[in-house]
């Protein structure tokens, strides 16, 4: 039988050992590298999802509307006679009258946009607005005594509240729909 004997001297095994492990910790590096861009990609995706977050907000505050009635639904979006009752019953006009040029200067930056991006920006605004804590309890009291919810109410005021805004900026509510009101 003809036997095949190869001599290997410790330099090369020790270069064949070498390059093993420098392809495992390659092969390693590159599975990191994987993992670590596509839990960007995922951070990414979290953030870029806040679109579908708004959305699902704005269809609840709408469902809710349909058996409160405060609001029409048509665009420009205005109250009816329950949520003009609603604002003024709640104390939700005096409390956005007496706290009026610190809201305003909230909403100075949307001087320059438009009545549609003004009517966003402050739906997003009350939606996140912190009442002073007595006023918060008195508004929840309210919501629960008529049957709504607090994020009608908080829309009844950004109504209110919107059309100040768009008086104050020289709009016209009727231009809410037309994003871009100079291009009629």
């Excluded at 109250?79 to 100075?108: A, F, R, V």
């Excluded at 804590?133 to 109410?153: C, W």
Aim: negative net charge; glycine residues 4%.
């Amino acid at each position: 039988m003809d036997e095949l004997t190869i001599n290997i001297t410790w330099e090369y095994f020790l270069g064949i050992i070498t390059a093993i492990l420098a392809l495992m910790i390659s092969t390693f590096c590159g599975i990191l590298t994987v993992a670590w861009k596509g839990s960007a990609r995922f951070t990414a995706l979290e953030t870029s999802m806040q679109w579908v977050k708004d959305i699902l907000k704005e269809l609840k505050i709408s469902s809710d509307n349909e058996s409160a009635d405060a609001f029409g639904s048509h665009s420009p979006i205005n109250l009816n006679k329950k949520g003009e009752t609603w604002l003024t019953e709640s104390g939700l006009n005096t409390y956005i009258d007496s706290h009026k040029s610190d809201l305003m200067s909230q909403c100075e930056a949307q001087r320059s946009t438009n009545p549609y991006e003004v009517q966003k920006y402050i739906f997003n605004f009350f939606d996140e607005l912190q009442f002073d804590p007595a006023f918060d309890s008195k508004l929840k009291q309210f919501a629960f005594e008529k049957g709504t919810t607090v994020n009608i109410l908080r829309r009844v005021g950004a109504i209110y509240f919107r059309n100040l805004c768009i008086a104050e900026f020289g709009m016209k509510a009727e231009d809410i729909d037309a994003h871009d009101p100079e291009k009629k």
